[in-house]
């Protein structure tokens, strides 16, 4: 079915391709209730049940469709937004965005790496050093807030590997679980930026339409990310120990108790937790005298 709304009222989000957020960005997209259909194959595909359409691209370009106004939204490590952003800054180009949610996938840090034989006992051990890096902007900038020089290598990828080829001494990559460094036998020693994905909008006003469907899809996208490590728990507690283990509950303020069919002493309590629940919680409400304990996971949220 051809989308319906003319194009100058459909959103424009970019989301990357194919690499470490495309999943979770269609994800989110999905579980906002966002129909896309067509093979990935395409460059720009339609929702059939939603005024957007979505920009397949490469991450480092991102942020410039965004800032440079032809797409409306995009989705993006804020590693790269900022690095981009530092870029244009420098070039005199428009920089304007705005982080309109922060996303709960894409979690990674841009750290100083060393060979794992290298000394190190503070940031002056890194003065003079030549690093090898993608994000030369971050780099710089830390080296600059520093007061410390340093000899700044740009590569595009596979930038564990300068320090073992002679290219450089030290590196400036994203670290996720560390095994990448591991395996060069390189140690971190400086976190100098942490990043996670998140969703932006340029700084050109959006007509009403476009701005009614922007609305829908932030509240849809906080209705997602609640949902995510809110879970729904259920328990029998004994009506003696109900202050104790609503106390337990992890960020959850008012249970409903419900009558136990049968049993006077205790009640069945039904509560949203806005927090993960862990073996150890259920452990401790075992405990406190709780039983039948059912922890459910909730699909979507609006409070
Ligand atoms: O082709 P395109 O340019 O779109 O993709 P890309 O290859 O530039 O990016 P991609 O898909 O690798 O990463 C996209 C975004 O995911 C990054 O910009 C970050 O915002 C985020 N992200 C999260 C990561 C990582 N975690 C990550 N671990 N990006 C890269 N890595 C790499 C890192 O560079 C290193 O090589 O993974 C390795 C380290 O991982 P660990 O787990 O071994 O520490
Ligand atoms: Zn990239």
Redesign the pocket.
């Known amino acids: 079915m051809p989308p319906t709304t003319p194009p100058q009222d459909r959103l424009r989000l970019a989301i ?6 495309s999943t979770d960005s269609l994800g989110l997209l999905a579980r906002c209730g966002i129909k896309v259909k067509a093979p990935k194959e395409k460059l720009l595909l339609h929702s059939e049940n939603f005024p957007i359409d979505i920009l397949f691209v ?3 370009d991102i942020p410039q469709l965004v800032m440079d106004g032809v797409c409306d939204l995009g989705i993006v ?1 804020t ?2 937004l900022e690095e981009s952003a530092l870029e244009r800054r420098s070039a005199g180009n428009g920089h304007a965005y705005t982080v309109e949610r922060e996303l709960d996938f ?3 840090r841009l750290a100083l790496a060393l060979p794992e034989e290298r000394a190190y006992n503070g940031p002056q051990d890194l003065q003079g050093l030549r690093i090898a890096t993608t994000y030369p902007q971050l780099t710089r900038r830390y080296f600059a807030a520093q007061g410390l020089q340093a000899d700044i290598v740009y590569l595009s ?1 596979s ?2 590997v300068a320090p073992r080829l002679g290219l450089a001494d030290a590196i400036c ?9 591991e395996a060069n036998r390189l140690r971190a020693v400086e976190t100098i930026f942490k ?1 996670t ?1 998140v969703l932006i909008r340029g700084d050109r006003p959006l007509n009403p339409v476009k701005t009614h469907a922007l609305e829908i899809l932030l509240r849809r996208t906080d209705g997602v990310q609640l949902a995510a490590e809110a879970k729904y728990i259920m328990l029998h507690a004994p009506k003696a120990a109900l202050a104790e283990i609503k106390k337990l509950l992890p960020g959850s303020e008012n249970p409903t108790l419900l009558p136990l069919a049968g049993d006077d002493s205790k009640v069945a309590l039904h509560a949203v937790c806005q927090e993960a629940v862990f073996w150890e919680t259920m452990e401790s409400l075992k405990k406190a005298g709780a039983s039948s304990i059912l922890v459910l996971p909730i699909e979507k949220m609006m409070l």
Request: charge should be negative; hydrophobic fraction near 30%.
């Open positions: 990357q391709k194919s690499g470490r957020l490469r991450d480092d490590g590693n790269v894409g979690g990674c990828g930038v564990e990559d994203l670290v996720a679980t560390g095994s990448t460094l990043s994905a």
